[in-house]
């Protein structure tokens, strides 16, 4: 079957937003996402979204209680190909963080909450505004760790374990789009059985 390549960044962009939702909610928060849209039960129409703005605009995350005092983060993953931007990675990042934040910033501010855009490379490697989201996340942990010896997180196993896992989604998703790009051979041209013939034809 066709794998097709929007497929592929959906697939990127949503598990990326869902490694960060558990991220939080690892240490007790609440988090919604903008693709785990409520719906009836019928499954087809949506009855409600957290994530959508006045203006329209959908951010693709929510943390509930994040934020500074106690106020709510909302946050839109992006991820920019450096190759094909020409450009070199730092600029590309900070171009695409400036791009979220022209979009988003000022109506979440309206609205008290903070915004991080979390821009990575599409090959690894984060922009600042993801490396200050994360480090709000682990600040938290540290927090929990001091108020709490029983708990089961430090700040250093709870950074360690999230950033290996959003490594590890972003690895399987890029091979599974890798994969799909690869064409499809039947078993007698991988055979070398297709000489001088049109396997494809035959129905084979």
Not at 155 to 163: D, I, P, Q, R, V
Not at 176 to 185: E, H, M, Q, S, T
């Amino acid at each position: 079957s066709v794998c097709p390549i929007g497929g592929f960044k959906n697939r990127r962009h949503n598990s990326t937003a869902d490694v960060l939702c558990e991220m939080w909610e690892a240490i007790g928060g609440t988090a919604a996402a903008d693709h785990r849209k409520a719906r009836n039960s019928r499954g087809v129409d949506v009855v409600g979204n957290t994530c959508m703005l006045p203006s329209g605009n959908q951010v693709d995350l929510i943390l509930y209680g994040a934020g500074r005092h106690g106020g709510d983060i909302a946050i839109d993953v992006s991820f920019v190909c450096v190759e094909a931007s020409n450009s070199k990675f730092e600029t590309a990042i900070a171009k695409r963080e400036a791009d979220k934040n022209t979009k988003y910033l000022e109506e979440c501010k309206s609205l008290g909450l903070e915004f991080y855009p979390f821009v990575l490379g599409a090959h690894g490697g984060f922009g600042k505004s993801a490396r200050g989201l994360f480090k709000v996340l682990v600040d938290f942990a540290k927090k929990l760790e001091a108020r709490d010896w029983r708990h089961s997180w430090t700040a250093m196993s709870y950074e360690a374990c999230w950033l290996q896992k959003l490594s590890t989604v972003i690895a399987r998703e890029s091979a599974i789009g890798a994969l799909c790009r690869v064409p499809v051979f039947t078993r007698n041209m991988v055979l070398g059985e297709c000489a001088g013939v049109n396997c494809w034809a035959v129905g084979r």
